[in-house]
């Protein structure tokens, strides 16, 4: 995903217990498209997903973010941000901006659960 900040920065960061994270009533596949929604909305320069382990990676300029979408249960999924970028730039999309739009995109109604 290029230089700079890496992804093992931002596993060290989760497991630093740093981020944030919300549960949402959408499952683990409509999670995946949400993220994925957000990050080509925001204009990412790259997008990779492991779905196998359960995160997302994007990198907008030197901001590298992370998404981890974990299943609660069939209805609801825990999705946390991290956001790590180098040097001086400002970070394009915040992780409270992240949630936001994710909340927009969860609440639509092809996304309520029934």
Same mark, same amino acid.
């Given at each position: 995903m290029g230089c700079g900040t890496t992804v093992s920065d &931002?596993?060290?960061?989760?497991?630093e217990g740093k981020g944030t994270s919300k549960v949402y009533m959408v499952n683990v596949d409509q999670a995946w498209e949400i993220v994925e929604k957000i990050m080509q909305w925001e204009g990412t320069d790259e997008i990779k997903e492991n779905r196998?382990?359960?995160?997302?990676?994007?990198?907008?300029?030197?901001? &590298?973010?992370g998404v981890w979408i974990e299943p609660i249960d069939k209805v609801q999924c825990k999705v946390m941000i991290i956001t790590k970028s180098?040097?001086?730039?400002?970070?394009? &999309?915040? !992780?409270? !901006?992240?949630?936001?739009r994710f909340a927009l995109f969860a609440n639509r109604p092809e996304n309520k659960q029934r």
């Open positions: &931002l596993i060290r960061a989760k497991q196998s382990e359960g995160y997302m990676l994007a990198r907008s300029g030197s901001t &590298l973010m180098n040097g001086r730039t400002i970070i394009g &999309l915040s !992780e409270t !901006e992240f949630h936001e």
